[in-house]
């Protein structure tokens, strides 16, 4: 009997688990179903990056001497079969999935076809569940605080930590240093795109024929081979990692990339493991004078904080987490989302940039995409689908919390409020204003920014499940002083404009 290590298109990496410890020449599997592409409308280079990406390391791992069964076939099932009806000795071993319940799902489809499947530690994380678990059920404090867990991961991986364990720098975060908009005479660091093989490019046009995609077609920018990951990492430390500190908050039109690392999609897809991209930050803070402190911090908080934390809240709160609405919010999401047909400035940048790319950094998808959409009350698993279908690095386990919970405020576990902002936020943190039809300034009237109204909308309708939150206090003060002026009627009347412009394609 065999143990054949399984690969899933999110574990492209050579070097982690069953793989790893498997003898070079040894029978590798993957499979490359295609049923899960045409549920829906998926961006185009999301379904891009998995389907090279799972060819291009077919290749790879061939051309190093492995004896590679490639099953392309509609469903898991029926690539299970075909695999078993050849090998029906082999005992398979699968590194886990993040996605829930999928070793139990893996596990019923192997038997099903008649094999066995051994599901294995997900080594492409840097911190494990044992060790989360263990010291979360020991610790007095709350595990679901991102800070809590941040400090503890530090800690324990000892990353920008100094020799008598405290924090390079004195402080563990330096989040209130990442906010700072950039001045006119800024130009943001140069993107390295890669070049894509005669395969990437075949791959890309059988998708475009074969499913029914959302987003551009052509113009591919993401990486879809390890080679093309590792450079992108290189070149983010390299070139982008001193300015992403301080500009890491905010947006510029046509400027879709800031100093954003642009390695998720890499990283989620395993290309990288995130401890390759921790390391090469932490080493070129220590030699190079010219990346700030708050640079590194900045993206190791995103890396091992934020990224880690993510995977075990949707670990622990799944399955409830997916459809978790403690707001009853119960809109549907706006057309626009899908056509980008929208006046509001930000919002029609946001998404044409999510369409050109698969794409937004952080702050457009939390204060502009996720801010809207629970300011217009819309269901929180719909934002989530949404996200899920149109971002080159979405998978349930990183789009639940992220948008079900810090976007939308779902559930409560981690987030102590909702991030939702007026048009101020995002008029300090973009230059979108300037030139959106709408007036930042105003409440009410024709021209005023929709954020405003629906601001005040969200707060008085929610006030029942707010008010009470001390991080509200100041906010519920406005509230109050705007229904006792008789505000608060205006805004109403219109917020009812805005729902009905929105229906007419109008907003
Ligand atoms: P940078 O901003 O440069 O950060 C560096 C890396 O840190 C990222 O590559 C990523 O691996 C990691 N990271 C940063 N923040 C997070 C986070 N909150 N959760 C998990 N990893 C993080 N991230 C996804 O990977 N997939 C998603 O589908 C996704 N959807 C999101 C939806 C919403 C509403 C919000 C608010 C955030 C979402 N994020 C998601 C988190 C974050 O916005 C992206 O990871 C990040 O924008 C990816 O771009 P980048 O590589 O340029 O990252
Ligand atoms: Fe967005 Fe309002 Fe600013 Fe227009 S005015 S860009 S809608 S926040």
């Known amino acids: 009997e065999r143990r054949v290590p399984w690969i899933l298109g999110t574990h492209l990496h050579p070097a982690v688990g069953p793989l790893e410890r498997a003898p070079t020449d040894s029978r590798v ?71 829930h319940r999928s070793a139990e799902t893996f596990e019923s489809l192997v038997e099903d ?11 492409l994380f ?82 475009a024929a074969e499913f029914d995609t959302w987003g551009s077609t052509t113009d591919l920018v993401w990486p879809v081979t390890r080679a093309q990951a590792k450079r992108k990492l290189d070149h983010f430390v390299a070139n982008r990692l001193p300015s992403f500190g301080p500009y890491q908050d905010a947006m510029r039109s046509d400027d879709w990339a800031m100093a954003h690392a642009l390695l998720g999609s890499s990283i989620n897809l395993g290309l990288l493991h995130p401890w390759e991209a921790v390391t090469a930050i932490e080493q ?34 799944m399955p409830q987490l997916a459809t978790a609405n403690q707001l009853d919010a119960g809109t549907d999401l706006p057309a626009f989302y899908w056509t ?23 702050i457009q998808r939390l204060m502009v995409l996720a801010n809207f959409a629970t300011l217009w009350g819309v269901q929180p698993a719909q934002l989530n689908e949404w996200f899920h279908a149109t971002y080159v690095d979405a998978y349930h386990w990183v789009t639940t919390p992220n948008v079900v919970e810090m976007g939308q405020y779902g559930d409560g576990v981690f987030a102590s409020k909702p991030y939702v902002s007026s048009a ?10 300037s030139d959106c039809r709408y007036d ?68």
């Open 284 to 317: 070129a803070y220590h030699e190079r004078d010219e990346i700030p402190l708050n640079s590194a911090e900045g993206v190791v908080r995103q890396l091992i904080g934020w990224r880690e934390f993510m995977r075990h809240v949707y670990r622990h709160e």
């Open 440 to 507: 930042k300034t105003k409440d009410t009237g024709n021209r005023a920014c929709p954020f405003n109204a629906l601001y005040w909308d969200f707060l008085d309708r929610n006030e029942d499940k707010l008010r009470s939150n001390h991080r509200m206090g100041l906010m519920y003060s406005h509230v109050d002083s705007k229904q006792e002026s008789g505000a608060m009627t205006e805004i109403k009347d219109r917020v009812e404009t805005l729902r009905q412009k929105q229906r007419h394609g109008e907003l």
């Open 29 to 99: 599997l993957l499979i490359e179903a295609h049923d899960f592409a045409r549920r829906k409308r998926y961006h185009h280079h999301k379904l891009t990056i998995v389907f090279a990406g799972m060819r291009q390391f077919r290749d790879t791992l061939r051309e190093r001497g492995y004896e590679v069964e490639y099953i392309k076939a509609e469903t898991f099932a029926d690539g299970l079969a075909t695999y078993f009806d050849r090998y029906p000795d082999d005992e398979l071993v699968q590194m886990r999935s993040p996605s």
């Open 126 to 207: 840097v911190g494990t569940r044992k060790a989360f678990d263990e010291w979360s059920n020991a610790t007095d404090k709350d595990p679901f605080r991102h800070e809590t867990f941040y400090r503890w991961m530090r800690q324990q991986t000892g990353v920008l930590m100094t020799d008598d364990g405290e924090p390079v720098g004195g402080e563990w975060n330096y989040d209130s240093e990442n906010q700072d908009f950039p001045p006119e005479s800024w130009d943001s660091p140069p993107v390295l795109e890669p070049e894509h093989d005669e395969l990437t490019q075949q791959t890309s046009e059988w998708i």
């Open 424 to 433: 101020n936020y995002i008029d300090k943190m973009s230059d979108y204003c």
């Open 340 to 362: 980008g047909n929208t006046n509001m400035s930000c919002l029609r940048q946001t998404i044409g940039a999510v369409r050109d790319r698969g794409y937004a950094h952080h």
């Open 113 to 123: 076809a008649g094999g066995a499947l051994d599901v294995v530690q997900n080594e």
